[in-house]
């Protein structure tokens, strides 16, 4: 009656080991928690984190749980949203190539809740934090690119997924309460694309953080769900996909390591804009111009770039994130793209406005997601290109584990840094530490 | 830039006024809450408010909100939750024939919440109930049947729409702020059909009404949500219908009363088998047979029924809500079709097990989604035919004003008989009330 691929699943979450994370793993899993420390510390003092916690602090319960680079405690379940929307607000957190999710925000802001009030060893944390991921990307893989294309933003409506069962791992579930936490996770998915460029964006992976620890703790005290969430017909994948491939869940299960494929951003911006600020940024280095020199700015980019960043006129640093216009426009300007280049007054900047209305993005099918072609009109009647294959932090060119460390440091405000570089070094030997406690309030401005 | 739907719904709500209410509206109004308070207080001791409690309870804020039914107090939020939860568990709340959404519960069960922490007259409290209604109803015909027949369960996932414009209206939220609480409970919908027959089914219009609080709340502090939650090309109808057409939401707002088409349930379970008990009922009170009498029961039912209710093999009381074969053994074995007849007892119990074995269910589309045709085959060879067109409790031949006090009374254990009268006489002059609370704190043991 139960669905197969939802026990194998759960299965194989409970049948985990943490001894059993090979030295690869945890090498990878260390980089994502560098990346998502410091991408939950630079977003801390966002005003889509002080207003969610003057709007739901009056709400909260006992204050016994950290909540990353904030001075305030909450109960654990609004410490999960606060930590999922400060660390995907500036859309710097890493993503999954495969099908666009940035998982490890879902996953890692309940767990940083969660073993801010119960005693989880390092190992034990990296453990469950590396199943999450695998369900999310997993489920991920198996659903897209139809989930995405209906236009669910998979990191909220996927990364559920994970956040359940990772708090539900470091709990205990037994195989019948993980099912049913699976369940729960199927049926709170958040996440609609027209929030790109809005606060809420950011409350997705947030809420799915929040809505997966719900899910695990009322599993863990015997709520039902049904009994195929995954693969029923009218489960996740039918309902919110209808085309899936679900083997894809459950093959090579604890054996093929998805984690190696997971990228890290340069940019704090939508992924899809990537290449085309890379190529801006190397045509600065290779060519003399300035930004008044460029007449045009002509790109030729593939179409899932204008589907989701197609966006010239903007008022939002939020919104910026999400311009093909801007991206180019900032890069061209200012010949950097910071978090700077992305607030609501770099968005606002003469400068860089004339510039947006100066790029012209076509879709091209044979341009490939990586890539981008640009060519610059300049007025003095030069024509000049640059064919990008990939750009910086792609999977082909990742960041280096100290390029990781400088994105920490350069996006962290909140603390100072010798703290960052406590926090840091904690990170990278996170599995020898007994307790998370340490390290989570050394987040802690 | 932003929707005509969503602006022109936000609107709406923002300019109604509690004044303006006709009496049929409110007459009906109160019939509805009427209706859902038994509900609430029928189900205030189901072993799912009881696991919730258990599990999320030691999480909760402030206890200084009441909840329907019970002696424990908690914050608001999770008060929405467990009143969503008590009230629709046993599947005994009203429907939307439309579209088959149990509007009430969500919308409700954040109202009472609200109104037990803010002084809220009754007026108000009825207006705003009578717009998250409006909402719901009217998303839910503009996205039916696409929506429901990827299987949501709209009444978690379109219910959050109810609960969060209702809430809002009270807080006073602007026109900007209700676009955004639409917003935020756009991306939240709960609720997927895999969960029919488990605990899970009554978390959704829980989950609603608490998502749609959070919604007004984030809304009313300045929370950004996407600018066309409805109608954006990634917005709601498209991500989860696909095909819709949104004039229905907004056609003749605040002209037409939605209200007059809402129904009340005489069985507390799945719609789409009223007529099948009904049905068997009245065979019942028309002829001589007892349960060992009956060789065959052969149904020709609309095809949604076995769409929905085709399951036979069941061992819970709340898989039995959903099964078309219990519906039929029930009023046959116990000729009624009460709490009692959906309990696990009932559904273990081996003459009424015995009778589901014998119950054939045939979809025929000639059959309405409101009749049904039975055809009774007795052990001594008679053949006895009953065909009804409409049954007890459809809009066609409604419950009477009566006969929704006596369901209340009948369901309601958790307070006594004199207590639920005086609880029963409040709602029904519920517009006359300065402040709900006398009314709320009524309800509790």
Same mark, same amino acid.
């Given at each position: 009656?139960?669905?197969?691929?939802?026990?194998?699943?759960?299965?194989?979450?409970?049948?985990?080991?943490?001894?059993?994370?090979?030295?690869?793993?945890?090498?990878? &899993?260390?980089?994502?928690?560098?990346?998502?420390?410091?991408?939950?510390?630079?977003?801390?003092?966002?005003?889509?984190?002080?207003?969610?916690?003057?709007?739901?602090?009056?709400?909260?319960?006992?204050?016994?749980?950290?909540?990353?680079?904030?001075?305030?405690?909450?109960?654990?379940?609004?410490?999960?949203?606060?930590?999922?929307?400060?660390?995907?607000?500036?859309?710097?957190?890493?993503?999954?190539? +495969?099908?666009?999710?940035?998982?490890?925000?879902?996953?890692?802001?309940?767990?940083?809740?969660?073993?801010?009030?119960?005693?989880?060893?390092?190992?034990?944390?990296?453990?469950? !934090?590396?199943?999450? !991921?695998?369900?999310?990307?997993?489920?991920?893989?198996?659903?897209?690119?139809? /989930? !995405?294309?209906?236009?669910?933003?998979?990191?909220? +409506?996927?990364?559920?997924?994970?956040?359940?069962?990772?708090?539900?791992?470091?709990?205990?579930?037994?195989?019948?309460?993980?099912?049913?936490?699976?369940?729960?996770?199927?049926?709170?998915?958040?996440?609609?694309?027209?929030?790109?460029?809005?606060?809420?964006?950011?409350?997705?992976?947030?809420?799915?953080?929040?809505?997966?620890?719900?899910? &695990?703790?009322?599993?863990?005290?015997?709520?039902?769900?049904?009994?195929?969430?995954?693969?029923?017909?009218?489960?996740?994948?039918?309902?919110?996909?209808?085309?899936?491939?679900?083997?894809?869940?459950?093959?090579?299960?604890?054996?093929?390591?998805?984690?190696?494929?997971?990228?890290?951003?340069?940019?704090?911006?939508?992924?899809?804009?990537?290449?085309?600020?890379?190529?801006?940024?190397?045509? /600065?280095?290779?060519?003399?111009?300035?930004?008044?020199?460029?007449?045009?700015?002509?790109?030729?980019?593939?179409?899932?770039?204008?589907?989701?960043?197609?966006?010239?006129?903007?008022?939002?640093?939020?919104?910026?994130?999400?311009?093909?216009? /801007?991206?180019?426009?900032?890069?061209?300007?200012?010949?950097?793209?910071?978090?700077?280049?992305?607030?609501?007054?770099?968005?606002?900047?003469?400068?860089?406005?004339?510039?947006?209305?100066?790029?012209?993005?076509?879709?091209?099918?044979?341009?490939?997601?990586?890539?981008?072609?640009?060519?610059?009109?300049?007025?003095?009647?030069?024509?000049? /290109?640059?064919?990008?294959?990939?750009?910086?932090?792609?999977?082909?060119?990742?960041?280096?584990?100290?390029?990781?460390?400088?994105?920490?440091?350069?996006?962290?405000?909140?603390?100072?840094?010798?703290?960052?570089?406590?926090?840091?070094?904690?990170?990278?030997?996170?599995?020898?530490?007994?307790?998370?406690?340490?390290?989570?309030?050394?987040?802690?401005?």
């Amino acid at each position: 009656m139960s669905g197969k691929y939802s026990e194998a699943l759960a299965a194989h979450i409970i049948a985990s080991k943490p001894e059993a994370l090979n030295e690869a793993d945890r090498h990878e &899993a260390k980089r994502a928690l560098v990346n998502i420390v410091g991408c939950a510390l630079g977003g801390a003092d966002h005003p889509a984190v002080d207003i969610t916690i003057g709007a739901l602090g009056p709400f909260a319960g006992a204050p016994n749980c950290a909540v990353l680079g904030r001075k305030e405690r909450f109960d654990p379940l609004l410490a999960s949203l606060i930590n999922g929307i400060s660390s995907h607000v500036h859309d710097f957190d890493d993503t999954t190539p +495969s099908n666009y999710i940035h998982p490890t925000s879902p996953v890692a802001s309940a767990l940083f809740a969660y073993a801010s009030v119960n005693k989880v060893s390092g190992l034990d944390f990296l453990n469950a !934090y590396v199943l999450g !991921y695998e369900t999310v990307t997993r489920i991920g893989n198996a659903t897209y690119p139809a /989930h !995405y294309q209906r236009g669910w933003h998979s990191t909220g +409506s996927i990364g559920v997924f994970g956040a359940a069962v990772a708090v539900g791992k470091l709990m205990g579930l037994d195989q019948a309460q993980m099912l049913n936490a699976i369940g729960l996770a199927a049926t709170q998915g958040a996440g609609i694309r027209d929030n790109f460029g809005a606060m809420a964006k950011s409350f997705h992976p947030g809420r799915s953080a929040q809505s997966g620890y719900v899910a &695990a703790l009322l599993a863990a005290d015997g709520f039902t769900s049904g009994p195929r969430p995954l693969e029923g017909p009218r489960g996740f994948a039918e309902v919110t996909a209808g085309e899936y491939d679900l083997d894809i869940v459950t093959a090579d299960l604890g054996r093929d390591h998805l984690l190696a494929l997971n990228t890290y951003k340069p940019f704090p911006c939508g992924i899809v804009v990537h290449p085309t600020i890379d190529a801006c940024l190397q045509l /600065h280095a290779e060519h003399a111009f300035g930004p008044e020199d460029v007449a045009a700015v002509e790109l030729r980019v593939a179409p899932l770039v204008l589907d989701l960043c197609n966006q010239r006129e903007i008022t939002r640093g939020l919104e910026g994130k999400f311009s093909i216009y /801007h991206a180019a426009a900032l890069a061209l300007v200012r010949n950097r793209a910071s978090l700077a280049e992305f607030s609501d007054e770099a968005v606002a900047d003469p400068a860089i406005a004339a510039m947006r209305s100066r790029v012209n993005p076509v879709a091209d099918s044979s341009v490939s997601e990586d890539g981008v072609e640009v060519d610059l009109v300049l007025t003095d009647g030069r024509r000049i /290109h640059k064919s990008l294959e990939f750009s910086i932090g792609n999977i082909r060119k990742p960041l280096t584990d100290q390029q990781l460390e400088s994105k920490f440091r350069d996006q962290v405000r909140v603390i100072g840094e010798s703290q960052s570089n406590d926090v840091i070094g904690r990170l990278w030997s996170i599995d020898t530490l007994e307790d998370m406690q340490g390290l989570i309030e050394a987040t802690l401005p």
